[in-house]
């Protein structure tokens, strides 16, 4: 780690005020800036969520269901995890039926009203006619739904008929969130989106024809071949669509997709770079602002009173979040968890009549105060001060002074009396805002442990601040003990962005360490994951002492496995 992220000197967390939308910091993060805690795995997790279970919940609250099945893999998805086979996802509706069931007469899952559920993938719209009464169904029965709850199906356009748009309506569904992400065909099918532009927009026409629910589209901004015009072309067709909602993301070409892959082999050309993204992101807003689109959030837009996009902005909150379903994550009292993301094992600790959640993650200190930030940046607007008065009057603003200062001057941020609003950059970067914004604060917190890492985003030294000066460390021992960890468990490690992983060993206990026998210590592991690379780092988890003899043989032919 470099001196001045070390020393958490302010200029470190600086942003670049010459072109803060195009270069306001050296990469853009990815993800959804949240804290993180010590992991729990396999037993220790269900161990763990039973404990909570009978703990009532008292606040708003979401449900997540996850349906792990799809037809075709989109090129840049990283949440594909099982072919579309009829039977199979017939077998998976009456299972996950089960688990909803299980916990029903616990204070955790019965005491308050949930008031969103979201259906996610995979592609829930895989569901039969059938299966989809039967899902419901349960969740009428076994949850105690808002009367007002928002219902969303996610899902895509093909094989989406008549009967399956019918069966949803009738079982509750009322909003439709529908990942169309280009008009464009040629870009659609580039990237395995099957349906053309023609037949989105019949089987659009078709569903906001039954007027009873919200229809929400997915629009994505950075394809291959999706050029600036190819996007304004995205964005007036969805908007002169009978819409109640629009969502526009960016796209991320992470390392281990398969679109990664084909741009590298020159199958497709490359996607749009960083300034390209800022100028796509920017053009939305301008266009939607100009059509009378109203903003819920950075990234969501309604059309009207009928959207009202509950589970997304109350999912970026403190709020609990009951998760049901082979990988499905959720939250429980500041613990994020995840279930079984393989069949086979969530099937059979289902059979054992246990929840199947294969990983815990347990809460920071200050994780309430600190998701608050969070959602509050994704929204566009923030007030440490209004904050500060909900959590003892701890001096947020004070503390975080010299970065909102510079941020503002850099033209990410305008202060209008306590409040401070996201400029058109600072919205293209909030995310890498609030990630510094809580890497700032969380250290001077009360009873808060500090968080080691400033994002000094795309650094180098940032990212090897354990191991100056270190000497060899054997790799073998690693091998060893990752090869002990459920490989359901590592296919979960294996989506988490390096620094995730690191966050969460760092708050690992040694202790944990020396129960699974191996005399590894927790630094040589944060110093053996820091010096490799992304695709390593996948290697490793995925085929643990296969990696450790390739290692060694590529270094040292004939040698033992080690680092030198």
């Given amino acids: 780690?470099?001196?001045?992220?070390?020393?958490?000197?302010?200029?470190?967390?600086?942003?670049?005020?010459?072109?803060?939308?195009?270069?306001?910091?050296?990469?853009?993060?990815?993800?959804?800036?949240?804290?993180?805690?010590?992991?729990?795995?396999?037993?220790?997790?269900?161990?763990?969520?039973?404990?909570?279970?009978?703990?009532?919940?008292?606040?708003?609250?979401?449900?997540?269901?996850?349906?792990?099945?799809?037809?075709?893999?989109?090129?840049?998805?990283?949440?594909?995890?099982?072919?579309?086979?009829?039977?199979?996802?017939?077998?998976?509706?009456?299972?996950?039926?089960?688990?909803?069931?299980?916990?029903?007469?616990?204070?955790?899952?019965?005491?308050?009203?949930?008031?969103?559920?979201?259906?996610?993938?995979?592609?829930?719209?895989?569901?039969?006619?059938?299966?989809?009464?039967?899902?419901?169904?349960?969740?009428?029965?076994?949850?105690?739904?808002?009367?007002?709850?928002?219902?969303?199906?996610?899902?895509?356009?093909?094989?989406?008929?008549?009967?399956?748009?019918?069966?949803?309506?009738?079982?509750?569904?009322?909003?439709?969130?529908?990942?169309?992400?280009?008009?464009?065909?040629?870009?659609?099918?580039?990237?395995?989106?099957?349906?053309?532009?023609?037949?989105?927009?019949?089987?659009?026409?078709?569903?906001?024809?039954?007027?009873?629910?919200?229809?929400?589209?997915?629009?994505?901004?950075?394809?291959?071949?999706?050029?600036?015009?190819?996007?304004?072309?995205?964005?007036?067709?969805?908007?002169?669509?009978?819409?109640?909602?629009?969502?526009?993301?960016?796209?991320?070409?992470?390392?281990?997709?398969?679109?990664?892959?084909?741009?590298?082999?020159?199958?497709?050309?490359?996607?749009?770079?960083?300034?390209?993204?800022?100028?796509?992101?920017?053009?939305?807003?301008?266009?939607?602002?100009?059509?009378?689109?109203?903003?819920?959030?950075?990234?969501?837009?309604?059309?009207?009173?009928?959207?009202?996009n509950i589970y997304n902005a109350l999912g970026k909150s403190a709020c609990d979040c009951l998760a049901f379903g082979c990988g499905a994550g959720g939250r429980l009292f500041g613990n994020a968890f995840m279930m079984e993301r393989k069949l086979a094992d969530y099937y059979a600790i289902l059979e054992k009549g246990e929840k199947p959640a294969a990983f815990l993650m347990a809460p920071k200190p200050n994780w309430h105060l600190l998701r608050t930030i969070s959602a509050d940046m994704e929204s566009g607007s923030i007030s440490l001060a209004k904050i500060s008065r909900a959590f003892g009057n701890v001096d947020l603003e004070g503390m975080a002074a010299p970065i909102l200062k510079q941020w503002t001057e850099a033209g990410l941020l305008v202060k209008k009396g306590e409040w401070y609003y996201q400029t058109v950059a600072g919205q293209y970067w909030h995310v890498t805002l609030a990630q510094l914004l809580m890497n700032w604060l969380e250290p001077m917190l009360p009873g808060a442990k500090p968080v080691g890492m400033p994002m000094d985003m795309g650094s180098p030294e940032a990212m090897k601040h354990m191991g100056a000066g270190a000497g060899p460390v054997t790799l073998e021992s690693l091998a060893a003990m990752i090869s002990r960890i459920p490989s359901g468990v590592r296919d979960m490690a294996r989506m988490m962005p390096r620094p995730m992983l690191i966050s969460a060993l760092k708050d690992m206990p040694q202790e944990k360490l020396d129960h699974m026998g191996t005399g590894v210590k927790r630094e040589d592991v944060l110093r053996i994951l820091e010096d490799l690379k992304p695709a390593e780092v996948d290697a490793l988890l995925k085929d643990p002492m296969g990696f450790a003899k390739t290692r060694a043989q590529a270094k040292h032919p004939g040698a033992p496995a080690h680092l030198a």
């Fill in 1 to 308: 780690m470099n001196e001045a992220v070390k020393s958490r000197a302010p200029e470190a967390f600086f942003a670049n005020a010459e072109d803060p939308l195009h270069n306001a910091f050296k990469a853009k993060a990815a993800i959804h800036s949240g804290p993180g805690g010590m992991p729990l795995l396999g037993e220790d997790a269900r161990k763990r969520l039973l404990e909570l279970a009978d703990t009532p919940r008292t606040a708003k609250s979401l449900a997540y269901i996850h349906v792990p099945f799809c037809e075709t893999r989109c090129l840049y998805c990283m949440f594909y995890q099982n072919p579309f086979k009829e039977e199979a996802v017939h077998e998976y509706a009456k299972k996950l039926v089960r688990e909803i069931e299980m916990w029903s007469d616990k204070a955790s899952q019965n005491a308050y009203p949930v008031h969103a559920v979201y259906f996610g993938g995979g592609t829930p719209t895989a569901f039969s006619p059938d299966d989809l009464r039967l899902v419901l169904g349960a969740l009428k029965k076994y949850l105690p739904l808002a009367n007002d709850c928002e219902i969303t199906l996610e899902g895509r356009i093909h094989n989406f008929g008549d009967a399956k748009m019918e069966a949803a309506l009738e079982g509750g569904v009322n909003r439709f969130s529908l990942g169309v992400q280009t008009f464009n065909s040629k870009v659609r099918q580039s990237v395995q989106r099957v349906d053309d532009r023609e037949t989105i927009l019949k089987r659009l026409d078709k569903l906001c024809s039954y007027d009873n629910a919200a229809v929400v589209l997915d629009l994505i901004y950075g394809f291959p071949g999706q050029t600036m015009e190819v996007w304004n072309d995205d964005l007036k067709t969805a908007a002169s669509l009978p819409l109640d909602g629009i969502d526009c993301y960016q796209l991320n070409v992470f390392e281990k997709s398969p679109l990664a892959r084909y741009i590298a082999n020159g199958e497709l050309p490359a996607a749009a770079d960083q300034a390209q993204k800022a100028d796509m992101f920017a053009r939305s807003v301008e266009y939607l602002t100009g059509e009378n689109w109203r903003r819920l959030s950075n990234n969501h837009w309604a059309n009207n009173t009928r959207e009202r």
